[in-house]
Every structure is written in C-alpha cells, then in structure tokens.
C-alpha cells in the first residue's frame, strides 16, 4: 500500500522567513512520481513539481527549493524568504508507476505567513 | 487556453437526492480522474477516465459513476447521496495516461448535502 505521512498540520511564520514543508512518504514500487501542489482558499490545487524516483537531484525554482532523498523516503519543500502570498495548504502526493495515474496525497500542511 | 472547467461550482443537496457534477479537461488532454476532499483531509481518488473508459477506480461505493464523452468532458455522479458526500470534488486532467505525466486540477464543485 502507498502512503503520505504530512506530520506538520499548521506552520505559521512571519514573512521572509524561510520555512520547510516535511513529506514522508511508503511504497513498495520501485518507480513512482512525488507530487507537491499548492491550495490557496479558492480550492484548486496548483501544481508545484513533479519527480522521479530515480532523479534524485534536489530543484531550486526561485523562492522554492524540494529535497528528495530516497534514503530516508523523503520529499521536503522549502520556501525561502517567505511571503503571504505563500499561505494556502500545500499537499505532497505519491504516485505508482504502475496502474491508474492515482495520486495518494497526505493530508497537507496549512502554512500561514504573517506581515 | 482554458484551464480544467467544473461545473457547478457550488451545490446544495438533501439526503437520498442524486447529483451530477461536469468536467472539461484542458483542450488536448484525454485523461480525467475525479477526486473528493472532505474538510482537512487531502484529496481522494475516485475515478480515472481514458478514451471513454474507466482506467482506474478508488474505494468508493458503486452509488459513485461516472463517465466519459467524445469530447473528452466527464460527468461524475453520485447516486442516494449522505451527509458524508459532502466535499469538495476536484477533477484533473492530464493528457493521457503516461506515467510520467502530471495531472492539472480544476477548481472544483463544492457540495453541501443536508
């Protein structure tokens, strides 16, 4: 069974600080897709970043940077110089290889960013 | 060009009424799925729809169907509904069932079942 473990519900910070968003995530696949989307209060998720199992080449694009590491089935988001424009619920999600394209998400993490 | 359209975006229900909720997918892509997210909890899968066939399908009741036009449009519908049904059901679209292809949410329909 494929699982995403969110552990962080809320995080709320003052702007320009940096913050990292945990994603831990379980699969027994050999090949799968990592996911991050972002919620702002309208509703629609807004895709971040897709990546491989087998890229695991951290990716800076901007103010976001993602660190995967396979070792420890992690998949963490870091914004830096945080702004509130920045403050929705950020989702991480899994996906196999193998089947339907079926997204597991955790159960997201709610960031705030205070002026 | 248009993002994924749903329609309507908000709708109000009572128990045991049947609902129907539509999707247009990004001009080009052929693939939908359909996910629910109730109240903070992340999205669920529901269904994945590909060429007019079911590709794939999550652990919901069969008072959940849903199909798949020409057009590549999609309804979802949701039959005896309960106060569980209540949630937000966001539909994606990707262009076809690649693995390595990322699926692109619409805004969603927001249902209220009294």
């Known amino acids: 069974a494929q699982k995403v473990t969110q552990a962080q519900t809320e995080i709320s910070v003052v702007e320009k600080e940096d913050v990292t968003l945990d994603c831990v995530y379980e699969?027994?696949?050999?090949?799968?897709?990592l996911f991050w989307y972002k919620q702002p209060p309208s509703g629609e998720l807004v895709f971040l970043i897709r990546r491989n199992s087998f890229d695991e080449q951290n990716e800076i694009s901007g103010r976001y940077s993602w660190n995967f590491q396979k070792s420890t089935s992690s998949f963490n988001f870091t914004i830096t110089a945080s702004q509130v424009v920045d403050s929705a619920v950020y989702f991480c999600?899994?996906?196999?290889?193998?089947?339907?394209?079926?997204?597991?998400f955790g159960q997201g993490t709610r960031l705030t960013i205070n002026p | 060009d248009a993002g994924v359209t749903q329609s309507p975006t908000h709708l109000i229900k009572t128990r045991g009424q049947h609902v129907t909720l539509r999707c247009s997918p990004i001009?080009?892509?052929?693939?939908v799925s359909w996910y629910q997210q109730v109240l903070g909890q992340g999205p669920q899968f529901i269904f994945q729809y590909y060429e007019k066939e079911e590709r794939g399908r999550g652990n919901f009741p069969d008072r959940f169907s849903a199909r798949q036009f020409p057009n590549y449009s999609s309804e979802l519908n949701v039959n005896a509904l309960l106060l569980g049904d209540s949630a937000l059901y966001l539909c994606a679209s990707s262009p076809g069932t690649a693995v390595q292809e990322t699926q692109y949410f619409g805004p969603g329909t927001r249902l209220l079942v009294l």
């Open positions: 999600a899994l996906r196999s290889s193998q089947g339907a394209q079926k997204l597991v």
């Open positions: 001009s080009g892509h052929k693939s």
């Open positions: 699969t027994r696949d050999t090949t799968y897709y």
